[in-house]
């Protein structure tokens, strides 16, 4: 037992004279840590005051959906005296995990690059790719990084050219109802690129709520993008689920019209024939009179029935129409998201971390050299 203790205590000895050598060597070269730390210090001087500043604006909603199904509301409709056997279902519910490509899809950015913010620089409000060209001018930083580690493109570019912006043949919109490629051009490219950093929506699967995400230069213009983007999903989800109910009640509505239409013609011609039949009855004016009541007899239930099928399409297109119901709403973020003073502590950290392993390095890196060689030397000899 006493033996024990007599040989732990020189290992134990050992090791606080390990600790104590590394805190003498940290000492000894307290002047490179303190030359590394104060260049990390400047460096971070520098990232902070050329940092630009960033706010976030998050917004939670819940889909609600309608999951009534359609014999509920038949009996429903019946009470009103409506029947809806003709009508069936317009889908499923779009699901929620659907809704992220929705945001990251390109005719959703383009709608947002276009939207009218309010910026600081600018007097009215204007699009992003108006403020882009013609409000945002380029730092010192982005110089520095276009002609050091971006100079190789920049002679690429000089050498090759500008490639002028493609054109659709006809246009976009010549008219003819086509469908249409989305051609975007090289400042809406940049844009979107942009958009996808700073425009999320997450979904959370076991709740069931969503999350949008927006980051923006200021604070007004990206709570204003906030609640765009939130108002643009909104009516983008509406559209998808909605759109055959929609087709269907467009239909009844265009047929309706044609009826009622028809419908008042025959009773202005009836009332007309009757006004002549009084001072004159011949069996001629009776004919006519019974041929138009029929026809007018006919018109006018299917103009009833019609009617029916216009409230019973309403009625779809109400209960296909989803809501997303704002738990959290946009609010204008009242400090940015990045800190300058977070930043230089960051950096200074940095450089002390460094300082730190450049001086224990020079020290055990030849003690780590020596130890392989020797591994090395013993292996040969065996």
């Known amino acids: 037992m006493d033996q024990n203790n007599n040989y732990n205590t020189p290992q134990e000895e050992d090791e606080g004279i390990d600790i104590m050598a590394l805190v003498r060597q940290l000492w000894d070269g307290r002047k490179t840590i303190i030359i590394v730390t104060a260049i990390f210090i400047v460096l971070g001087l520098v990232a902070a005051l050329t940092m630009k500043r960033t706010y976030n604006v998050t917004t939670t909603m819940v889909p ?31 699901s929620p995990l659907i809704y992220p490509q929705i945001v990251n899809s390109v005719p959703f950015r383009k709608e947002l690059i276009y939207t009218p913010l309010h910026y600081q620089k600018a007097d009215t409000a204007v699009c992003m790719l108006t403020y882009a060209k013609e409000y945002v001018k380029p730092s010192v930083m982005s110089y520095v990084l276009k002609y050091t580690i971006g100079l190789p493109g920049v002679i690429l570019g000089a050498i090759r050219g500008e490639k002028p912006d493609m054109v659709l043949p006809g246009g976009e919109g010549d008219g003819s109802g086509e469908p249409k490629p989305i051609l975007l051009t090289k400042d809406e490219e940049k844009i979107m690129k942009v958009l996808a950093q700073n425009v999320s929506l997450a979904v959370d699967k076991k709740e069931g709520y969503l999350t949008l995400s927006v980051t923006g230069s200021e604070p007004i213009q990206t709570a204003e993008l906030a609640l ?33 239409k028809e419908a008042e013609s025959y009773q202005a011609q009836l009332a007309s024939v009757r006004d002549r039949s009084q001072s004159m009855a011949t069996t001629r004016s009776r004919i006519e009179q019974e041929r138009l009541q029929s026809k007018y007899n006919v018109a006018n239930a299917i103009y009833g029935e019609m009617a ?27 400090k940015p998201a990045n800190s300058r003073a977070k930043t230089l502590i960051v950096w200074t950290f940095l450089g002390g971390i460094l300082g730190c392993g450049i001086v224990l390095g020079k020290s055990y890196l030849p003690k780590l050299m ?13």
Do not use: W
């Not at 199904?69 to 499923?92: E, F, K």
């Not at 999903?233 to 009640?249: C, G």
């Not at 265009?254 to 009826?259: H, L, Q, T, W």
């Not at 309403?314 to 738990?327: A, F, H, S, Y």
């Open 64 to 94: 609600q959906m309608n999951s009534r199904s359609n014999s509920s509301l038949s009996s429903l409709a019946s009470l009103a005296g409506l029947d809806l056997s003709s009508m069936t279902n317009s889908g499923g519910d779009l």
């Open 370 to 382: 020596a130890s392989f060689k020797k591994e090395e030397e013993q292996t040969t000899e065996e």
């Open 228 to 260: 765009k983007a939130q108002q643009l999903l909104q009516s983008e989800v509406t559209r998808f689920r909605t759109e055959k109910a929609q087709d269907n009640l467009d239909y009844i509505q265009a047929r309706y019209n044609e009826i009622k």
């Open 308 to 334: 029916k099928q216009l409230e019973t399409a309403k009625m779809q297109v109400k209960r296909d129409t989803p809501v997303l119901t704002v738990i959290q709403p946009v609010t204008v973020p009242a």
